[in-house]
């Protein structure tokens, strides 16, 4: 706890849960979002290059599992400007012993939490109300060419998705990902 931001850590290691302070007063509320020195004391010692924003219009839009390789593999910190979504990692770090295991968190913009995913994992959501917005920080830049995905349905993995009755949105290249035991070597 730095004061400003506690962390939750799982039984995988690396993954956190953060959430901030927040500083009510009569206006509202202030909050640090992010702050190196602070994150650092929890674990959090990335430095992030680039921040993403996506809006999901329709709940049960589904992005994942995606990662991208050395020498440009991602850290992410992942938060919830608008409407909710189910967060899920995946260690597809080789020597790993949790190796094929999964962390699946809810995140809201109501609730403020953030989920620290380090590199080494597979990360998607499925969000969860329409018109959900996402935000996250990233410690290296977008690369193409070392984009990568992992099948969000890999009957190996049994990811907790929700069970909704209209199905996923999907993007196409979402619907192709090999699933984990036929991914060349990732980490
Ligand atoms: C990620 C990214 C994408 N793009 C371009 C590439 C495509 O033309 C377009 C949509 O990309 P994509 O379909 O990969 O977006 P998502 O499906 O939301 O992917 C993301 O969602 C999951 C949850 C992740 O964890 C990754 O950060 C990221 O892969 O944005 C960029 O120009 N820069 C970027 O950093």
């Given at each position: 706890?730095?004061?400003?931001?506690?962390?939750?850590?799982?039984?995988?290691?690396?993954?956190?849960?953060?959430?901030?302070?927040?500083?009510?007063?009569?206006?509202?509320?202030?909050?640090?979002?992010?702050?190196?020195?602070?994150?650092?004391?929890?674990?959090?010692?990335?430095?992030?290059?680039?921040?993403?924003?996506?809006?999901?219009?329709?709940?049960?839009?589904?992005?994942?599992?995606?990662?991208?390789?050395?020498?440009?593999?991602?850290?992410?910190?992942?938060?919830?400007?608008?409407?909710?979504?189910?967060?899920?990692?995946?260690?597809?770090?080789?020597?790993?012993?949790?190796?094929?295991?999964?962390?699946?968190?809810?995140?809201?913009?109501?609730?403020?939490?953030?989920?620290?995913?380090?590199?080494?994992f597979a990360h998607g959501f499925v969000?969860?109300?329409?018109?959900?917005?996402?935000?996250?920080?990233?410690?290296?830049?977008?690369?193409?060419?070392?984009?990568?995905?992992?099948?969000?349905?890999?009957?190996?993995?049994?990811?907790?998705?929700?069970?909704?009755?209209?199905?996923?949105?999907?993007?196409?290249?979402?619907?192709?990902?090999?699933?984990?035991?036929?991914?060349?070597?990732?980490?």
């Open positions: 706890m730095s004061g400003n931001v506690s962390a939750w850590s799982f039984l995988i290691d690396g993954p956190l849960l953060l959430k901030s302070r927040r500083f009510r007063d009569h206006r509202g509320y202030l909050m640090e979002t992010y702050s190196g020195p602070h994150f650092a004391t929890v674990g959090v010692h990335d430095v992030f290059v680039q921040d993403n924003q996506s809006l999901s219009v329709q709940a049960g839009t589904l992005r994942g599992m995606h990662f991208q390789l050395s020498p440009r593999a991602q850290a992410k910190l992942v938060r919830v400007l608008q409407g909710a979504i189910l967060d899920v990692v995946v260690d597809i770090r080789r020597a790993s012993p949790s190796f094929g295991q999964h962390i699946a968190c809810r995140l809201s913009a109501g609730g403020g939490e953030q989920f620290y995913v380090p590199a080494g969000t969860l109300e329409p018109d959900t917005i996402v935000a996250y920080k990233v410690s290296d830049v977008y690369a193409p060419d070392l984009d990568r995905g992992l099948a969000w349905d890999d009957p190996d993995l049994a990811l907790p998705w929700p069970d909704l009755p209209g199905g996923f949105v999907l993007s196409e290249k979402d619907r192709r990902h090999p699933r984990l035991r036929d991914l060349p070597d990732a980490f």
